[in-house]
């Protein structure tokens, strides 16, 4: 019997990868895995500030995100919401109808153009947005090791998550 997890299951062991054809593949390769990197240590960042504060307030990622794009943009389209936050217009839909069932959003259907949907926050919206804003930006210094105060380039910000992250 194989050691290998998919040969024992029947499955077909994965492909090795295929050697670059050109010196400038290499490159290329080398910049993916950057990429790749820096999503990582995004998606951790996230994760952790998640975990750390907006459980607490029971909340997701992404319905933090429309929170906070409703009040800064308020009122706001939520197809604009989901530009915005680079996800589906669903998931806005989702998570916006989570925060209008708690009271933090409400929504209004303008009348020339009944298709749309509109968000705006509702004072205790409003009130948690800067309530968790102060937090997350507390963890984030926190998750840093840096000063309050102290700016940072976001790319800067994720290269040391990467040195944190990946010691």
Not at 13 to 36: H, I, N, V
Not at 53 to 67: C, I, P, R
Request: with cysteine.
């Amino acid at each position: 019997m194989n050691g290998h997890p998919s040969v024992a299951a029947g499955a077909a062991a994965p492909a090795a990868p295929a050697a670059p054809s050109s010196p400038g593949d290499d490159a290329e390769a080398a910049r993916l895995d950057r990429l790749a990197v820096l999503c990582r240590t995004a998606n951790f960042a996230r994760h952790h500030l998640e975990a750390t504060v907006l459980s607490g307030a029971n909340l997701t990622w992404t319905s933090y995100d429309v929170l906070h794009l409703t009040v800064m943009h308020r009122p706001v389209d939520t197809g604009v919401v989901a530009a915005l936050a680079h996800v589906s217009k669903g998931s806005v839909t989702r998570s916006a109808a989570a925060l209008i069932r708690r009271g933090l959003l409400r929504r209004s259907i303008p009348a020339k153009d009944r298709r749309r949907s509109l968000l705006a926050p509702t004072a205790a919206g409003w009130a948690l947005n800067q309530q968790l804003r102060g937090q997350l930006i507390t963890e984030l210094n926190t998750l840093l090791d840096t000063q309050a105060g102290v700016v940072r380039h976001d790319i800067d910000v994720l290269r040391h998550l990467i040195a944190a992250h990946h010691r």
